[in-house]
C-alpha cells in the first residue's frame, strides 16, 4: 500500500484550471516549407509559406482555456465522493489555488527527413499548486469550532502526444500518449495545523490508505483526461485548416524537425514531391561536332575526334534536391546515369566543318545532366607538352537539357591547348620560356568566337581545362605567372579593341 503521495494533490489540484492564469511559455512556431518540384522546369527552391515562431502557442493555449473548466468539475466532483477516502472520511468544500501553468513540448521519436511521423510531449506544468478542503470524519468531538480546513500542495502536469503526420489536410494531432496518464502529479506535501487536519493526515498515513489507486480506480478521471485531448485535437484541426490551403494537393510530407530556437522552439514541415522513376521512352538529341584551332598552339595542333566517340556522361534528375534540415539547407540532387550511344559517321578535325551527331538514350521526362571529358594525349620523351581537347555545349550553357528542350539543336563545339609536362614516369620536364606571338592568340581568340559562339570568360576557360596543373616548382611557377600576366594583359588590350 502505499502512503498518501503525488497523485491525490495532483488530481485535486487540477480543479481549478480554468481560474489559474494563462499559460506561460516560450515560443513554439512553425515553420512550413513546400518545394513543388516540376520536372519540365526543375526549380529546386524551397517557399517558406509559413514562418512563424509563435503559430503553435496559440492553438495550445486556446485548448488549454477550453478544457481546464471540464477538467475542475469532474476532479472535485470525483474528490468529493463520499467515504472516497476511507470509511467516514470525505472531502468537502474542495478549493484549488494553481501556480501558472507552464507549457514545454520535448520530442519522443521520428523526426527528420523522409522519417516516420514526429511525435511530441505536449505538458502543462503547475508547480507548488494548493488546495484547501474541509473533512468529514468519524470524530463526535470534533465541530466545526475547530477550524476543521487544511491546507496542501502539489506539483501537478497534463500532458498529451502532438504529431506532425502525412495528411496534409490533418498535419496536426492530439492523441493521449502511450503508457502516460493524461493527468499527474508529484510532490505532495500536506499541512496539519489544526486538529482534524492532523487527524486526517495522521489516520491515511498509519492506516497505508492508497489514495494512488483509489483516484486511478474512478473512471472519471480517465474520461477527463481523454475529453481534454479531444478538445486540444478540435483546437489544432481549426490550425490544420489554415495550414492545408497552403499546400498543394498532391505533395507528400518529405521531413520534419523540431528545433530549438532564440526565444523558444520551432516545429519545420516540408512537403514536395519525392524521388519517382522514370518510365519515359527513350529521347534523341542531334548537332554538330566542331573544334576550333588549337589555343595557343603556332600552326594548329591537327587535332582529331572521332565522333562515335564522344567523351560525354548523362544522368536523369529524379527528384529535387532534398530539404537536409529546419532551415531548409539542399543536399544533393537524386541522380541516375543512363546509357547512351553516339550515332554519327567521320572524324572531326581541328579547324574543319564539323560532323553531325546523334545521342541516343536520353531521358524524354526528366532532366538530363550532361559531363563532357577532355580528350589528352600522354606525355612522351622529349616532348614537354601535352595536347589536350575541351569539349561542350555550343554557345556555352548549363550542361542541363529539360524534356521541352529536346527538340533543338545542341552542338558540341571544343578546341585543342597544350598542357605542360610536369612530372612524368621519365622525370622531370623543362617549361619552353617561349610563347606564341601576339597575333596568333588574336587568331585563336577569334576561331574560339566563331566555335564557342560567345565571348568566353576567363573563368569560363579556365572551366574547360581538361585537368588542373599538377604542382610545380616555386621557381617554374614565377616564371610561368609572370609570362601569363603578361599574356594576359595583351589578351585584354585585344578584347577591347575587338568590343570597340
Not at 507549457?103 to 503547475?126: F, H, K, N
Not at 514536395?272 to 527513350?282: A, E, H, I, Y
Not at 529521347?283 to 595557343?296: E, F, K, P, V, W
Amino acid at each position: 500500500m502505499r502512503p498518501i503521495s503525488a497523485l491525490l494533490l495532483g488530481m485535486l489540484c487540477l480543479g481549478t484550471l480554468a481560474d489559474a492564469a494563462k499559460a506561460q511559455s516560450p515560443d513554439l512556431g512553425l515553420r512550413l516549407m513546400v518545394q513543388p518540384w516540376d520536372p519540365a522546369t526543375d526549380i529546386d527552391d524551397v517557399d517558406r509559406r509559413i514562418d512563424d515562431p509563435r503559430l503553435l502557442s496559440r492553438p495550445l493555449q486556446e485548448a488549454w482555456e477550453r478544457g481546464s473548466g471540464q477538467l475542475e468539475q469532474t476532479l472535485i466532483g470525483v474528490l468529493q465522493q463520499p467515504d472516497l477516502l476511507l470509511q467516514g472520511f470525505s472531502l468537502r468544500n474542495v478549493r484549488l489555488g494553481l501556480t501558472e501553468p507552464q507549457l514545454s513540448i520535448e520530442r519522443l521519436s521520428g523526426g527528420g527527413l523522409g522519417s516516420a511521423p514526429l511525435a511530441m510531449r505536449v505538458r502543462y506544468s503547475m508547480a507548488g499548486a494548493s488546495i484547501e478542503f474541509e473533512s468529514s470524519q468519524p470524530l463526535p468531538l470534533v465541530d466545526d469550532l475547530l477550524d476543521p480546513r487544511c491546507k496542501a500542495s502539489a506539483d501537478i502536469a497534463v500532458s498529451f502526444e502532438l504529431r506532425v503526420g502525412d495528411d496534409r489536410t490533418r498535419l496536426l494531432r492530439a492523441g493521449e500518449l502511450a503508457g502516460e496518464r493524461t493527468i499527474s502529479g508529484s510532490n505532495f506535501r500536506a499541512e496539519g495545523k489544526n486538529f482534524v487536519c492532523r487527524v486526517v493526515v495522521a489516520a491515511l498515513d498509519l492506516l497505508g490508505v492508497d489514495l494512488q489507486g483509489l483516484l486511478e480506480s474512478r473512471p472519471e478521471l480517465p474520461a477527463a483526461g481523454a475529453t481534454f485531448v479531444d478538445t486540444a485535437d478540435a483546437v489544432l484541426q481549426a490550425a490544420n485548416g489554415a495550414i492545408s490551403a497552403l499546400i498543394e494537393p498532391g505533395l507528400q510530407r518529405l521531413g520534419a524537425w523540431m528545433d530549438a530556437v532564440p526565444g523558444g522552439q520551432r516545429i519545420a514541415v516540408a512537403f514536395g514531391v519525392r524521388p519517382r522513376t522514370d518510365s519515359s521512352p527513350p529521347a534523341t538529341i542531334a548537332g554538330t561536332l566542331r573544334l576550333g584551332h588549337g589555343l595557343g598552339l603556332a600552326g594548329g595542333t591537327g587535332a582529331v575526334i572521332d565522333c562515335s566517340a564522344l567523351p560525354v556522361k548523362v544522368a536523369r534528375k529524379l527528384g529535387p534536391k532534398p530539404i537536409l534540415n529546419g532551415n531548409g539547407t539542399l543536399g544533393d540532387a537524386p541522380m541516375q546515369p543512363l546509357v547512351i550511344t553516339v550515332l554519327c559517321a567521320g572524324l572531326a578535325q581541328e579547324g574543319g566543318p564539323g560532323v553531325p551527331y546523334r545521342l541516343r538514350g536520353l531521358s524524354s521526362e526528366m532532366p538530363n545532366y550532361f559531363e563532357f571529358d577532355g580528350l589528352r594525349t600522354g606525355c612522351t620523351q622529349g616532348v614537354p607538352w601535352r595536347t589536350g581537347i575541351a569539349l561542350g555545349f555550343v554557345p556555352p550553357r548549363a550542361a542541363r537539357i529539360l524534356s521541352g528542350e529536346l527538340a533543338q539543336t545542341f552542338d558540341v563545339g571544343g578546341y585543342a591547348m597544350r598542357v605542360p609536362c610536369r612530372v612524368n614516369a621519365l622525370g622531370p620536364r623543362t617549361i619552353p620560356s617561349e610563347f606564341p606571338p601576339i597575333d596568333q592568340l588574336v587568331t585563336v581568340m577569334r576561331d574560339l568566337v566563331t566555335v564557342l559562339g560567345a565571348r568566353e570568360t576567363a573563368g569560363q576557360l579556365q572551366a574547360l581545362n581538361p585537368q588542373p596543373l599538377p604542382p610545380a616548382p616555386l621557381s617554374e611557377t614565377l616564371a610561368l605567372q609572370r609570362e601569363l600576366l603578361h599574356i594576359q594583359a595583351e589578351l585584354l588590350r585585344l578584347l577591347q579593341g575587338l568590343a570597340r
